[in-house]
């Protein structure tokens, strides 16, 4: 995930391009729930009074007793129907790479020197490198390719977000930068990482050896997050410690520094 900086906000194509909305998931996780409790009630009604088998035998005192086997069937699938309701409402309770963004955001914004323009990824929702032609020419074929190269080529300088899988950085990130060449040149690149014992640096030295080919600059300082979850309170929120604090506003200094002292460079490959 990439942060580019002075970059143009996100234009309607992009918000409609959100892949996991907050706002969609409650409305999809209530009507599915909606759409099970009417399945059940449905199927109650059509055993009772169409084929006269009861979901709920009445016992000899005239009241509900036991669940004969249709009943166990309407209930199962009424169940997994409500499930997927409920998975739908908690879906966005899945939130690392959304709390760490937040924090670098909002100390990157409170330096007042950046212009910050957030790019997720998940929202960008490029699809596997699709362009038929080698990046460098430029000749992009897809518009999604196009709303990428616009924002990668008004921005100054990069903060990626990225995750430690496996070792490496995430296939979604190498995605994103593949589909792009000059957008990237001579412009630097901080990087927040965040995995387990390793605190994402493998992650992040993978990605500097990527980022190194198409010239971008990854400056020292980098912020890296062992064990997440311990950084977490117990509503999800991030707790950032004094070492985090001080590893940002170090690499927001020296990304700030490059950014400078890389736009001559810029401008004379322009
Ligand atoms: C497929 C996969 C592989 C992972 N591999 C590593 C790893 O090699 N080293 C590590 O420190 N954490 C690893 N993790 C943990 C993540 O870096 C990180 O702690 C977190 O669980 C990922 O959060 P996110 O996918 O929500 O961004 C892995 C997680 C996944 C899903």
Redesign the pocket.
């Known amino acids: 995930m990439t942060i580019p900086m002075r970059g143009p906000e996100p234009g309607p194509e992009l918000e409609t391009q959100r892949r996991i909305d907050e706002k969609t998931l409650w409305s999809g996780g209530v009507a599915t729930a909606v759409v099970a409790g009417l399945i059940a009630l449905v199927g109650i009604l059509v055993c009772r009074w169409l084929l006269k088998v009861p979901i709920l035998s009445p016992s000899r005192d005239g009241a509900w007793g036991d669940a004969s086997t249709a009943g166990y069937v309407f209930a199962a699938a009424a169940t997994a129907l409500a499930a997927t309701g409920l998975m739908n409402l908690l879906l966005f309770a ?1 939130p ?2 959304r709390v760490f963004f937040g924090w670098i955001i909002d100390r990157a914004r409170a330096r007042g020197d950046f212009e910050v323009v957030v790019t997720d990824l998940a929202e960008l929702n490029l699809p596997m490198f699709d362009e038929p032609n080698h990046p460098r020419l430029h000749q992009y074929v897809h518009q999604h390719t196009k709303d990428w190269s616009a924002i990668v080529e008004a921005s100054d300088a990069f903060i990626f977000v990225i ?5 490496g950085f ?1 296939a979604a990130t190498k995605n994103a930068i593949d589909y792009l060449n000059s957008e990237w040149l001579n412009k630097p690149a901080g990087i927040v990482s ?5 605190a ?1 640096t ?1 992650a992040a030295q993978m990605l500097k050896q990527v980022l190194s080919a198409l010239k971008v600059v990854p400056v020292t300082d980098s912020v890296n997050i062992p064990f ?1 979850r311990e950084k977490l309170d117990e509503d999800g929120r991030l707790k950032p410690n004094e070492i985090m604090e001080q590893a940002a506003a170090a690499m927001l200094d020296e990304l700030a520094r490059w950014a400078e002292a890389l736009r001559p460079l810029r401008a004379s490959a322009s």
């Open positions: 899945t690392y790479p995750p430690e899988y496996n070792y995430n965040y995995g387990a014992v390793a994402g493998r997440i």
